[in-house]
């Protein structure tokens, strides 16, 4: 079990109000004293205080400061204990850095972004790193000698920090973190809130693994809504999620953008021509032994480059507390479930290949990527008319795919499911029919020619003709039959 305190600490009066103020670490240099939020600096066995800390904004984190845990580093288990938090808001969404501290009086941090956490420590970076700007998003760079892949390059700002911290850039003032990915699941983050830049390494870790103890009572956690009026129509708009950065009018369908906030300037963009979701928001499905609620939804078009013909496929965010966030894809050629992947797969040099984590996956569709349809809450400033542009790889072990906007390159991996596998998780037996897909048609065991048959005989056909068509000099299109991405989405970033 993690010790409550370390060998060694140090505590003197806060200069705010003289409540007592405590330095585990020898590496912090702030703290946040818990009664009045001064923002102390410590200059030897002297506290200056800098100003008052903004408060903390309640993101629904299962953590709070000196839940302890244990983690195996070096070879090594070693235990550790929250004692400092910092919260960021960058372009994409807001995250949280965690200020860990071990026996020896080292300290790591856990970066909690909407449900996905990643444990880094500092590292040298071996040489003098350049400029935020030089580090284009989905260029490869080597530090250390190691290749990482650039995955995404935005402006963040502090919003509130509490307890003690071993770094404390300027509230408010905006600066450069830029994350790389490797094709082994490693993650280095480069802040540029200080000078030199900072830089830490680490992976991607579950609740679980951690064995935290100390955390939240959840029994006891009392949940408070946020509501507002519409902008546009004046209905009454509940958010759920603490950390929801758009959502959508449950009366007029306007999307509703909270960058500011609730009780900020609200943003809203009307929308038509809906397209109701099969699975009803709110909805509860068992998939994978997690329990997953429905929180968004959203229907997206897709074109090949030099095709003029479209196909379209729907993707159902899911939400769970431990968990974070996966998505629930809807496309013609079958249901799939995928969730963003912490590493970069590394690409080929012709791009047609992808490997990830020992598997190789083959290049299937290429394609740009437009929302035309949401519903629901969202943890990034989703709205209609985004673009991205997909690739998407397939293998016998499961399904990769890769967004890229200007700002980030997003990579997500998981594997199909049969539509019955989706109607019973979500105990919609009278809508077996709605949701059946191409992927369900089973060859038939009996005389005759069963569905699968059918379908195995209509696809040579389709080939047949199309290599008389190619045959007789016509251009034709690409030739992607099934319509519809079995795993591209927007994720609003993925900072630790």
Known sequence: MATQSPQRSYRAPCPGCGAPVEFRSAQSTHAVCAYCQSTVVRSGDVLQ????????FDDHSPLQLMASGRI????????????????????????TEWNAIFDDGSTATLGEDNGAYVFTRSVD??????????????????????????????????????????????????????ELRSEDGE??????????????????????ELQLKGLKDESTKEEKGRQFNCPHCGAPVQVKLENTQSLTCPSCSSIITLDAGVGGELRHALQHEPVQPLIALGSLGQLEGVEWQVVGFQHRVGQEPGDDEQFGWSEYLLYHQKRGFSFLVDAEDGWSLVRPATGAPKLSGTGKTATYLGGKYTLQYS?????????????????????????????????????????EVTWSYGSKLSSGTVAAAFKLDDKKDLLERQDAAPLSGGSGLGCGTLIVIAIILIILLLLMSNCSGSSGSSGRSSGGSFGGFSSGGGHK
Request: glycine content about 10%; overall charge neutral; charged content about 20%.
């Open 49 to 56: 205080r800098m100003g008052k800390m903004a408060e903390l």
């Open 72 to 95: 195996a580093l070096d070879g090594k288990d070693k235990p550790f204990t929250l004692i400092g938090r910092l919260q960021y808001k960058g372009e994409t969404g807001t995250w």
């Open 125 to 178: 970076a071996g040489r003098e790193l350049p400029e935020a700007a030089r580090f284009r998003v989905g260029i490869t760079t080597a530090i250390n000698g190691k290749p990482y892949s650039v995955a995404s390059n935005v402006q963040a700002a502090l919003m509130s920090a509490q307890g003690e911290l071993p770094k404390l850039p300027p509230l408010g003032q905006p600066f450069a973190v830029v």
């Open 187 to 208: 993650v280095l983050s480069i802040d540029y809130g200080s000078t030199p830049a900072h830089v830490e390494r680490g992976r991607a870790v579950q609740l679980e």
């Open 367 to 407: 394609y740009n990527a437009e929302t035309t349809y949401v519903l629901g809450e969202f943890y990034w400033p989703v709205e209609r008319g985004q673009k991205t542009f997909n690739s998407d790889f397939s293998s016998a072990k499961g399904l990769l795919s890769m967004e890229q906007t200007p700002q």
